[in-house]
Nanobody, 124 residues
Framework: QVQLVESGGGLVQPGGSLRLSCAAS????????MGWYRQAPGKQRELVAI??????NYTDSVKGRFTISRDNAKKSVYLQMNSLKPEDTAVYYC???????????????????WGQGTQVTVSS
């Protein structure tokens, strides 16, 4: 099994900052992409930022404010969120595409794993 555990959410005032962390553990041969998604009440889950290993991409609404980074040795991904706005309020989910074994890697069989989510609330 593969587990993703997130931390770092909370309540912050508009203009403030938070740093989310996500660590992967379990049966892992390799991780390709790691990213962050969010889901606000009544809305669909959306991609916030992703690190494919070859580069990063962000949804337009967070460009210039959020930064995604990875520590491959720790199998971890982070999201630094600055200049937070009320519209950033959501549950944030970590996602990873994982090869669990060498055989999966050779066969290009990746598993799609999610964390449990962490609440980010931006409010005065």
């Amino acid at each position: 099994q593969v587990q993703l555990v997130e931390s770092g959410g909370g309540l912050v005032q508009p203009g403030g900052s938070l740093r989310l962390s996500c660590a992967a553990s379990g049966s892992i041969f390799g991780i390709t992409a790691m990213g962050w998604y969010r889901q606000a009440p009544g809305k669909q889950r959306e991609l916030v930022a992703i690190d494919s290993g070859a580069g990063t991409n962000y949804t337009d609404s967070v460009k210039g404010r959020f930064t995604i980074s990875r520590d491959n040795a720790k199998k971890s991904v982070y999201l630094q969120m600055n200049s937070l706005k009320p519209e950033d309020t959501a549950v944030y989910y970590c996602n990873a595409l994982v090869y669990r074994t060498y055989a999966d890697y050779v066969g290009n069989r990746r598993g799609d794993y999610w964390g449990q989510g962490t609440q980010v609330t931006v409010s005065s």
